[in-house]
């Protein structure tokens, strides 16, 4: 029903800075939630932030606040996701989310809709 492709994915130095997105296709989201994950080996698949598609609200994880900012462009249908002052602990495979409702947005077993995710390295 949803598709979702992220990119925008790569290295980068500590310190820098890399924008992603995630593309969405199918019905509209009014009601939707889009979040944002990652993954680094060995892990858990952790929360990093979410958006009300409907009203904009957003969502943070502590470990990025101040540092990552979720963003979207309706005329686009896509989610963006950008992050500062990287650091190495910050890699990670991304991947872009979808749910019906808001709550659980935190909780990655409650999206219905994944994308296949996108590899952020952060050298040094």
């Known amino acids: 029903q949803v598709q979702l492709v992220e990119s925008g994915g790569g290295l980068v130095q500590a310190g820098g800075s890399l924008r992603l997105s995630c593309a969405a296709s199918?019905?509209?989201?009014?009601?939707?939630?889009m979040g944002w994950f990652r993954q680094a080996p060995g892990k858990e698949r952790e929360f990093v932030a979410a958006l009300n598609w409907s009203t904009g609200t957003t969502y943070y994880a502590d470990s990025v606040k101040g540092r990552c900012t979720i963003s979207r462009d309706n005329a686009k249908n896509t989610v963006y996701l950008q992050m500062n002052s990287l650091k190495p602990e910050d890699t990670a495979v991304y991947y872009c989310?979808?749910?019906?409702?808001?709550?659980?947005?935190?909780?990655?077993?409650?999206?219905?809709?994944w994308g296949q995710g996108t590899q952020v390295t952060v050298s040094s």
């Open positions: 199918g019905r509209t989201f009014v009601g939707y939630a």
């Open positions: 989310a979808s749910k019906l409702g808001i709550v659980g947005v935190r909780t990655p077993g409650s999206y219905d809709y």
